[in-house]
């Protein structure tokens, strides 16, 4: 059974930094788009960074110049890096794995990050 699993999240004050990591089994992830996602409390799900099979990434317009998403095909892992992190950046994150070709999707189960003074 294909799992991802995200690690890295935690409580930070603001300006501080964590970095997010979305581990892979039984999945290669080298031909998949990877993303990272976030929910926050009474709000949408929103897309936060995407890193497709090329490396051509994309950021929600918020967190750019802050995030930075990679993949380490070889060890099938995708990171996050958040910088100068906000008040406004806490929410649960989770990592998606998409085949753009069939469509199918994997879900990690999230990790939460919170930010405050």
């Known amino acids: 059974q294909v799992q991802l699993v995200e690690s890295g999240g935690g409580s930070v004050q603001p300006g501080e930094s964590l970095r997010l990591s979305c581990a892979a089994s039984r999945l290669t992830i080298e031909p998949y788009v990877m993303s990272w996602w976030r929910q926050a409390p009474e709000k949408e799900r929103e897309l936060v960074a995407t890193?497709?099979?090329?490396?051509?990434?994309d950021y929600l317009v918020s967190v750019k110049g802050r995030f930075t998403i990679s993949r380490d095909n070889a060890n099938n892992i995708v990171y996050l890096q958040m910088n100068s992190l906000r008040p406004e950046d806490t929410a649960t994150y989770s990592c998606?794995?998409?085949?753009?070709?069939?469509?199918?999707?994997?879900w990690g189960q999230g990790t939460q990050v919170t930010v405050s003074s």
């Open positions: 998606k794995a998409s085949d753009r070709f069939s469509g199918l999707e994997y």
């Open positions: 890193i497709d099979y090329d490396g051509t990434t």
